[in-house]
Structures are given as structure tokens and as C-alpha cells.
């Protein structure tokens, strides 16, 4: 099984679009105002209102939104990138709730929450291998 899409409730749609647009991520011409579609290299990342996912999933809507109950990641290949994209995400409007600090296994992580509540860690891994098209190999 191989995700193809990567789905987020949001509570206020433009405002989690306007963050990831200012994050750098460009949206498909495919969105509009109740769904909003950016491609991710093979990935697609979508932002759906908390209502309307909730009903499209048949789940009621929780009073436990925004916790960490699934955290996405973002790998990137130099140690001070971790730091400077803790710094763009503040500067797009998420907030920095970890520190860019080291780990006992000898990389760097740091966490940031989109204005929906979504935690990204951003990590360097010095063991992480990358092929040539810039992708992490597992």
C-alpha cells in the first residue's frame, strides 16, 4: 500500500492555503474554495475543511483537533536547513513548538504547527542517503 495523497482538515481553508503557499508550495489549478490540491513530487497534498472531511470520512468532528495524534516530517539534507525552515514556517504564520536541537542519534529535529494545528518535524539525519533526483532513500 502507497499513499498518493496526504489529506489535512483545516478549520479555516485560506488561511492554511495562504501558509503553505508562503511556505513555497504552489496549489494546482485543480483547487478552489473547499479543497485545495499542491503537488509534492508523487505525493499530493490536499487541504479539506474540518466538516467537510469529517462527513466525507463518516467520523464525527472531535473536540481533540490540533493534537498530535499524526505528525508529518521533513527531511533535508544539511544540518542548518532545520533552522532556517523553522524560520520560514514562523515567518508564514505556523508556530515553532521544538527548537531546531540536537537528538542522541546524531541528527537535528525541530518541530513547527500550521494554523490548523498540523505538527511538522523538520529533521536532519546525517545517516539519511539521497538519490539523484534529491529524493531521501530509505
Known amino acids: 500500500m502507497q499513499p498518493s495523497y496526504i489529506t489535512l482538515s483545516c478549520p479555516n481553508l485560506k488561511v492554511v492555503r495562504a501558509f503553505y503557499e508562503a511556505m513555497g508550495l504552489v496549489a494546482s489549478d485543480k483547487s478552489n474554495d473547499k479543497v485545495v490540491f499542491f503537488g509534492l513530487d508523487g505525493l499530493i497534498l490536499s487541504l479539506y475543511g474540518v ?12 473536540a481533540d483537533l490540533g493534537t498530535a ?4 516530517a521533513h527531511n533535508v539534507r544539511h544540518k542548518e536547513d532545520v533552522q532556517l525552515l523553522l524560520d520560514k514556517a514562523h515567518a508564514a504564520g505556523g508556530r515553532v513548538s521544538v527548537p531546531a ?3 542522541g542519534w546524531g541528527g537535528q529535529r525541530g518541530y513547527f504547527v500550521d494554523p490548523a494545528g498540523h505538527a511538522w518535524e523538520v529533521v536532519w539525519n ?4 539521497w538519490d539523484s533526483d534529491g529524493r531521501p532513500v530509505l
Open 51 to 62: 466538516h467537510a472531511l469529517a462527513k466525507d470520512a463518516g467520523v464525527p468532528v472531535s
Open 101 to 103: 536541537s540536537d537528538v
Open 126 to 129: 546525517p545517516f539519511l542517503e
Open 69 to 72: 495524534r499524526m505528525t508529518l
